[in-house]
Nanobody, 124 residues
Framework: VQLQAFGGGLVQAGGSLRLSCAAS????????MGWFRQAPGKEREFVAY????????YYADSVKGRFTISRDNAKNTAYLQMISLKPEDTAIYYC??????????????????WGQGTQVTVSS
């Protein structure tokens, strides 16, 4: 599967953005979809993931209550709605996918496919 993330940009603190991750290739509904982010000088970190069948969602504590991950299997797209953005949310955001059952999907090494990343910058 090929993934393309877009929707990033520059926003003021307290603002909102919605990221999209468009997938092409094999059946989108087969994949667990995740979002990660990487700030300058830091390791890539987990943000959220959504399961393939039930659509159950999981979030990093730092974004819980502010970010919402969702998916539209008919459109082969996953989303990350971000509200109440903070300067510390500034990072390159990556979407990722895997069709392998692993139980949980919090780590980067559990994903097989990655998008190219989209920059989110939150000004104070």
């Amino acid at each position: 599967v090929q993934l393309q993330a877009f929707g990033g940009g520059l926003v003021q603190a307290g603002g909102s953005l919605r990221l999209s991750c468009a997938a092409s290739g094999r059946t989108f509904s087969r994949y667990v979809m995740g979002w990660f982010r990487q700030a300058p000088g830091k390791e890539r970190e987990f943000v959220a993931y959504i399961t393939r069948i039930t659509g159950t969602t999981y979030y990093a504590d730092s974004v819980k209550g502010r970010f919402t991950i969702s998916r539209d299997n008919a459109k082969n797209t996953a989303y990350l709605q971000m509200i109440s953005l903070k300067p510390e949310d500034t990072a390159i955001y990556y979407c990722a996918a895997t069709e392998t059952y692993r139980g949980s999907y919090y780590s980067t090494d559990l994903y097989d496919y990655w998008g190219q990343g989209t920059q989110v910058t939150v000004s104070s």
